[in-house]
């Protein structure tokens, strides 16, 4: 069974950083894709960065230079760590990944996700 704990949370000012992860297992390979999604209060979900397998990595324009993805691939553990941090960043952030192949910013396109660690920040 897969699943997807995130964790790094929390409560910051405009300007600080966060780092947030996310546990991975239940996937038979290490080959898969993962990336982490958020959803302010009212609004939809959105892509913020995905990674494939291949080292692949997309950003969404509104967090590149200040947010960078990463994954350790031994330890099945997917971090995002966040800079600069605005208070348009607040959100739920989620983790997701689908096996095999591709990636995308598309939150339908993905299989399994945790249950969301909250991020807010303050002006």
């Known amino acids: 069974q897969v699943q997807l704990v995130e964790s790094g949370g929390g409560s910051v000012q405009a300007g600080g950083s966060l780092r947030l992860s996310c546990a991975i297992s239940g996937y038979p390979s290490s080959i898969y894709t993962a990336g982490w999604f958020r959803q302010a209060p009212g609004k939809e979900r959105e892509g913020v960065a995905a990674i494939a397998n291949d080292g692949t990595i997309v950003y969404a324009d509104s967090v590149k230079g200040r947010f960078t993805i990463s994954k350790d691939n031994a330890e099945n553990t997917l971090y995002l760590e966040m800079n600069s941090l605005k208070p348009e960043d607040t959100g739920m952030y989620y983790c997701?990944?689908?096996?095999?192949?591709?990636?995308?910013?598309?939150?339908?396109?993905?299989?399994?996700w945790g249950q969301g660690t909250q991020v807010t920040v303050s002006s």
């Open positions: 997701a990944a689908r096996s095999g192949g591709g990636i995308t910013l598309g939150s339908a396109w993905y299989l399994n």
